[in-house]
């Protein structure tokens, strides 16, 4: 009570924000008749006057005012827009660093014009981040004219554009693009080996469009760029073939559970019963599959592929979760519906399907650099974002991203008839009462979206509404490239549309029709004439109530169900929603309270009938709220490890960089070879040991395999008075002394090909650098996957998991010194001019990164000796025969099966 008579006398935070901001506005629109007075070329001439200032000492936020002045009446000019007073609030909010929840239809993309310009006059590059291909097109090239006119260059990150193009676009005063492809460029960036060869410039300022998505639907999993391994795939297919006949033969008790396996909805696990674990074992050595029982070490990898594909078979669903296209698995967004061309499962998940659905099973693949948006998006400076839900997560925005969220009210009063939620017991009975409302609204010539949560549900009503004759179209995954065409009509008297989740669609829907998408998509129509069918339709529309919008089903975040009904009512206009459920959904199947469920079976609801109440409202909020607590907690989770691994991504990262600056990397090669012979004597001269039990023997043998050199270790070993320091000094100065003739010789032998021994150094440093991360990150995932069960062991498995990657990186930098050493000590001469290795064949993902064989072999212009370390083929180990574990790099797992590292068990030195 206190609370509440305190917000009515002093306001809310978000009133007091708003307050401060209104302040502001009035300045600005105090300056809009002394600019129209001015001719366009003193417009423009404005921003070379704001630079001006800006390099005399002038700071941002003096500018806001008069700069925003200038880009509304730019607006004015180029793009026949003016930005409203809640539209300036909105820019003020975004160049403060926050995010601006605005509702659709309220002119986001041109809100952002004004934040745009205003940080974009520093010449550093403001980024505009985009959910979609489409909308980054359309946005540079609607708003581009904006920025044309004020002086401004604008460029836009999509598929395909080559390196030369991507490097212009990021050297524009703007640069628009999707999450994605900002994300992959970063990554394929700190893989290049000339500082040349970038195309990112350093991170300024971004703003993030539909942030809510981006930032928290797609934050779950990282962005993942890998390389192909060489595991055979024919053994996706085969175990495939056995889970389908184990499934088949298990049967579904009284109770709802089966006979062979245990599924968790929630969480989207499936793990095997004790039977279930007996049967499938006697079904692999029937197939002639497996050896030996199903659990022993040497079958670990065949349990694993059973385990994705029965995950495959139980969990996900054609049409829900993938569809085919083209011989292809493609993956569709659960928050937008939308297919995510180019993403793939990982961990064996995707080929798992590829082989249920029996198209061609793509190899497996190694991840070589990946990175969480969560991190990537934490790079930038200064970061803003907007979208129209974001209240319900304003604690995880803060928690994660320190980003704060303002509620900007509308511009005209919301005229929306949000109607209770209507429950019926069954689906069946849900789906006919949604179809007799279609048909009532259709016969007022009131407009109709249906939102859905999957391509299988758009499609049952379709078929639905086809049986009663009414026309629709549908909006989905399989009619993806019709998505501007299809919702550019919607709004038009009568119009049926059939969608799956509504986030980030892009296109407004405007009552009686777009104007402008329709004239853009067909310019022979007459633009006089088109305007005034819209004009009519939209009265017409207007009178009849406005869009209608018909949830089908609550999704499980109470921002799509938001985003869904904020479809209607845009502008001031009228409309309506109301969602339509059964006990049968999903959420209310899965989250639901099972007292909700037993009240409404008490209540006797005969069929087609409903039941309507404000309390149903509010139960269903609390299970949506019970969901988005779980899967923020998830994020915080993945985060959490992530930011492990991003700590160390980012030394890498800048130690890369730092050797692509440095003109040559001779000192830094240097110090690593004094430190590796400083480990090597260490190893086999302990502190303070008598000379007797010097291994002078065995550190002989130890600098001739690393340094390539023979040295009288142990003639200087039996010398009077020598210590330790003094033979480790020695054995450094002859290294030096050895390397330095190497370097000479080579430096005249590349001469005749512009080649020098220093540029040599700086390749195989930065080379062999991406091969010991990328086993680095393999051996981490290793780790991920199981770390959870020191848990059982009352361990925190997350601080378990800090200590070990640590202890790893470490041990990394040390495995990097050596195998530097080792190779400019034995390069020679090749005959070829050495030059940096192509670039691998890749694949960018955005799923749960994988585990994979390690594979050791890298593209290096150097030749070097033949008796050096391999390529690591697990193939050639046997464990029960020491003399092939030679091979075996030190990052992999010892063949001895004790679970350590090879170097620190059996390859200890």
């Not at 059973?306 to 993938?322: E, G, H, I, K």
């Not at 929306?416 to 259709?442: G, N, P």
């Amino acid at each position: 009570m206190l609370v509440s008579l305190a917000r009515a006398l002093l306001g809310t935070s978000n009133d007091r924000v708003l307050k401060a901001y209104r302040r502001r506005v009035r300045a600005i629109n105090e300056l809009e008749p002394k600019l129209s007075a001015l001719d366009d070329a003193a417009l423009t001439a404005k921003t070379a006057e704001f630079r001006a200032r800006l390099g005399d000492g002038a700071k941002l936020s003096e500018l806001l005012p008069e700069a925003f002045a200038v880009v509304r009446e730019a607006s004015k000019r180029a793009l026949g827009m003016r930005h409203f007073d809640v539209q300036l609030i909105g820019g003020m909010v975004l160049h403060d660093g926050r995010i601006a929840e605005m509702k659709t239809g309220e002119g986001k993309t041109l809100v952002a014009t004004l934040a745009v310009y205003l940080n974009a006059l520093e010449g550093k590059g403001v980024h505009v981040v985009t959910v979609n291909d489409y909308l980054a097109r359309r946005d540079a090239a609607q708003m581009g004219r904006l920025y044309q006119f004020l002086g401004l260059t604008t460029g836009v990150i999509v598929p395909g554009l080559d390196e030369p193009a991507r490097r212009a676009a990021y050297a524009a005063d703007i640069t628009y693009g999707t999450n994605n492809e900002f994300g992959f460029d970063y990554l394929r960036d700190n893989m290049k080996y000339q500082l040349t060869d970038m195309v990112q410039r350093p991170f300024n300022f971004a703003i993030v469009d539909e942030v809510d998505s981006i930032l928290i639907d797609e934050a779950r999993t990282p962005l993942i760029i890998s390389g192909p391994s060489d595991e055979p795939t024919s053994l996706y297919g085969q175990v495939d073939a056995v889970v389908e006949a184990f499934l088949a033969r298990g049967k579904a008790g009284e109770d709802g559970k089966y006979e062979f396996y245990e599924k968790d909805e929630k969480a989207r696990t499936v793990t095997m019963t004790e039977t279930g674990a007996e049967t499938v074992e006697d079904m692999l050595h029937e197939a002639g599959l497996l050896v030996g029982g199903l659990y022993d070490r040497t079958n670990v990898p065949l349990v694993h592929h059973v385990q994705q594909s029965l995950r495959a078979r139980t969990l996900f669903t054609r049409d829900v979760d993938y569809i085919v296209r083209e011989g292809r698995i493609v993956i569709i967004d659960e928050f937008t519906g939308r297919m995510l061309e180019g993403r793939r499962y990982s961990d064996g998940l995707h080929q798992a399907l590829e082989a249920k659905e029996k198209v061609q099973v793509q190899q497996e693949n190694q991840t070589l650099a990946s990175i969480t948006f969560q991190n990537y998006f934490r790079l930038y400076p200064k970061l803003a974002g907007m979208t129209g839900t974001a209240m319900t997560e304003a604690d995880e925005f803060d928690q994660i991203y320190k980003l704060t969220v303002v509620e900007i009210p509308t511009n005209v009063a919301v005229m929306r008839d949000d109607q209770d939620d209507e429950v019926y017991r069954t689906a069946a009975e849900k789906y006919e009462a949604v179809a007799k409302l279609i048909a009532e609204c259709r016969d007022r010539g009131q407009p109709v979206l249906v939102g859905t949560t999957s391509i299988e549900k758009s499609e049952l009503i379709s078929e639905l509404l086809n049986r009663q004759g009414i026309k629709h179209s549908v909006l989905n995954a399989r009619f993806h490239e019709q998505e501007a065409t299809i919702i550019a009509q919607a709004g038009a008297p009568g119009a049926i549309t059939i969608a799956t989740n509504m986030a980030g669609r892009g296109t407004d829907i405007k009552l009686g029709g777009n104007y402008e998408m329709r004239l853009s998509l067909d310019p022979s129509l007459d633009p006089e004439a088109l305007r005034a069918e819209i004009d009519v339709a939209h009265a017409k529309v207007k009178d009849a109530g406005g869009l209608f919008v018909i949830g089908t089903e609550r999704h499980e975040s109470r921002r799509i169900y938001n985003q869904l009904r904020g479809r209607a009512g845009r502008q001031g206009d009228p409309g309506a929603s109301r969602f339509f459920l059964s006990l049968e959904d999903d959420l209310m199947r899965i989250f639901g309270s099972d007292r909700m469920g037993g009240m409404l079976q008490k209540l006797g609801l005969q069929d087609g009938e409903a039941i309507r109440h404000p309390w149903i409202n509010k139960a269903l909020a609390t299970a949506q709220k019970k969901v988005e607590t779980r899967n923020f907690d998830m994020r915080k989770n993945v985060l959490r490890y992530d930011d492990v691994m991003n700590d160390q991504r980012k030394e890498v990262y800048a130690q890369r960089r730092e050797f692509m600056h440095a003109e040559t990397v001779s000192d830094v090669v240097a110090e690593m070879r004094e430190d590796v012979i400083a480990a090597l004597v260490a190893n086999r001269i302990p502190e303070k040991a008598f000379a007797e039990q010097w291994q002078t023997t065995e550190l002989t043998a130890d600098l001739q395999r690393v340094l390539g050199l023979e040295l009288p270790v142990v003639e200087w070993a039996a010398e009077e008075g020598i210590d330790e320091t003094h033979l480790r000094e020695r054995i450094t100065e002859a290294a030096a002394t050895a390397m330095a003739e190497k370097a000479a010789l080579m430096d005249v032998q590349l001469a005749q090909i512009n080649y020098s021994f220093a540029q040599i150094e700086k390749s195989a440093l930065l080379q062999t650098l991406d091969h010991v991360w990328k086993e680095h990150l393999l051996a981490l995932d290793y780790m991920r996957q199981g770390i959870g069960l020191r848990g059982y062991g009352q361990r925190d498995p997350l601080n378990e998991y800090k200590r070990e990657a640590f202890a790893m990186f470490a041990a990394m930098l040390d495995d990097l010194k050596e195998r530097v050493t080792w190779g400019l000590s034995h390069v020679v001469v090749s005959e070829a001019p050495p030059s940096p290795p192509p670039p691998p064949a890749t694949i960018e993902s955005h799923p749960l990164p994988g585990h994979i064989a390690p594979d050791q072999a890298l593209a290096d212009p150097l030749v070097h000796d033949t008796d050096g370390p391999r390529p690591y083929r697990p193939e050639d180990i046997d464990p029960a025969r020491p003399e092939t574990w030679a091979t075996t790099p030190r990052n992999a797992p010892c063949p001895c099966g004790s679970g350590k590292k090879y170097k620190y068990c059996h390859g200890k030195m």
